[in-house]
């Protein structure tokens, strides 16, 4: 299968792209800022079958043919695209800059919906889009303070994957959300530290791998909770 994981650098995003990489049979590109980061994450593949991208979330829209352009390069059709790219500000919600919250917003809802939107008319039919939320983006979950904003634009991306898996229905491309609990990784550590996570950024990249190979059979338009904590 060709699969585009995006922020595969590091976190979750490496888990996803190198348990997706043990099949020879998977392509995949993963993106992010960094290139070493990226090259690392490539080099660690056991059948050298990740590519990458270097792209910037927060100006995708600077260059708008970027992204597609390299897609092709490495593939001409998209099977599975995992929006999984993100960032937080852990900051209250007076002290957080309008700078810092429109950047959050970015990288965690414009972003995404742009690489959909760039990368649609590649998609097979049976294609499936994951879209990667928080618990603190899920209606009726526990809010902590310092996440305001990044609570907001993970809603924003749940929201949209419901309304984008009604109107693919006639290209036959599912679209799903996974709402996420606490993971241990970078980003869990700087926005609570000292917590330990029950569960590591290998075992949620299994989960979220399989569900992207396999969850459109079962599932469209869903948000879906991955939570033991919340934190």
């Known amino acids: 299968m060709n699969i585009i994981v995006t922020g595969g650098s590091n976190g979750i995003g490496k888990e996803i792209a190198l348990y997706l990489s043990q099949d020879k049979a998977n392509n995949i590109i993963i993106t992010g800022r960094s290139s070493e980061s990226l090259k690392k994450t490539s080099s660690l593949a056991p059948n050298r079958n990740i590519s990458f991208i270097v792209s910037d979330f927060r100006k995708l829209h600077h260059s708008p043919d970027?992204?597609?352009?390299?897609?092709?390069?490495?593939?001409?059709?998209?099977?599975?695209?995992?929006?999984?790219?993100?960032?937080?500000?852990?900051?209250?919600?007076?002290?957080?800059?309008?700078?810092?919250?429109?950047?959050m917003m970015e990288v965690n809802f414009f972003?995404?919906?742009?690489?959909?939107k760039t990368l649609l008319p590649l998609m097979n039919k049976g294609a499936h889009i994951v879209n990667i939320s928080s618990m603190g983006g899920y209606q009726g979950s526990v809010k902590f303070m310092g996440l305001s904003y990044y609570s907001a634009s993970k809603a924003a991306i749940a929201c949209i994957s419901e309304c984008l898996a009604g109107e693919f229905k006639e290209l036959e491309v599912s679209v799903n959300?996974?709402?996420?609990?606490?993971?241990?990784?970078?980003?869990?550590e700087n926005a609570f530290p000292g917590y330990?996570?029950?569960?590591?950024?290998?075992?949620?990249?299994?989960?979220?791998?399989?569900?992207?190979?396999?969850?459109n059979r079962f599932h469209n338009g869903k948000i879906i909770p991955v939570a033991l904590t919340t934190p």
């Open 66 to 103: 970027h992204l597609r352009n390299n897609v092709e390069l490495v593939f001409k059709k998209v099977d599975v695209l995992i929006n999984n790219a993100g960032i937080l500000y852990s900051k209250k919600f007076a002290e957080t800059t309008d700078e810092q919250g429109r950047e």
């Open 111 to 116: 972003a995404p919906v742009f690489v959909i």
């Open 177 to 188: 959300c996974l709402a996420l609990g606490s993971v241990q990784t970078e980003m869990l």
């Open 196 to 215: 330990r996570a029950p569960v590591s950024a290998a075992e949620m990249g299994k989960f979220i791998a399989d569900f992207a190979l396999t969850g």
